[in-house]
């Protein structure tokens, strides 16, 4: 079994920084992806970032330049960095990762539990 857990969400003011990050446990074997998403209530989810192994990045809709996505590869750790926050990017944000686990010929998808994000205007 495979958790992730987010860290890092709270209160900011606008135009402060916030950098969440979410770690991947349990018998992992490799993370091709680890993905960004959030959600405000009465809405779906939608993509914030996502990372692969290899570094490619992609980003939703209007959001690259404030959000920045990173991975430690060795601590199956993905971080987002969001500057300049605005009282729109409140939401909470869960992790998402697609990942073989040990002995696996195929990836599942894990979610965190998610973590809140609140702007004040």
């Known amino acids: 079994q495979v958790q992730l857990v987010e860290s890092g969400g709270g209160l900011v003011h606008a135009g402060e920084s916030l950098k969440l990050s979410c770690v991947a446990s349990?018998?992992?074997?490799?993370?091709?992806?680890m993905y960004w998403f959030r959600q405000t209530p009465g809405n779906q989810r939608t993509l914030v970032a996502v990372?692969?192994?290899?570094?490619?990045?992609n980003y939703g809709d209007s959001l690259e330049g404030r959000f920045t996505i990173s991975r430690d590869i060795a601590k199956n750790t993905v971080y987002l960095q969001i500057n300049n926050l605005k009282p729109e990017d409140a939401a909470t944000y869960y992790c998402?990762?697609?990942?073989?686990?040990?002995?696996?010929?195929?990836?599942?998808?894990?979610w965190g539990q998610g973590t809140q994000v609140t702007v004040a205007s």
């Open positions: 349990g018998s992992i074997d490799n993370i091709p992806n």
């Open positions: 998402h990762a697609l990942v073989y686990t040990v002995g696996a010929t195929r990836a599942t998808n894990y």
């Open positions: 990372m692969t192994t290899s570094g490619v990045t």
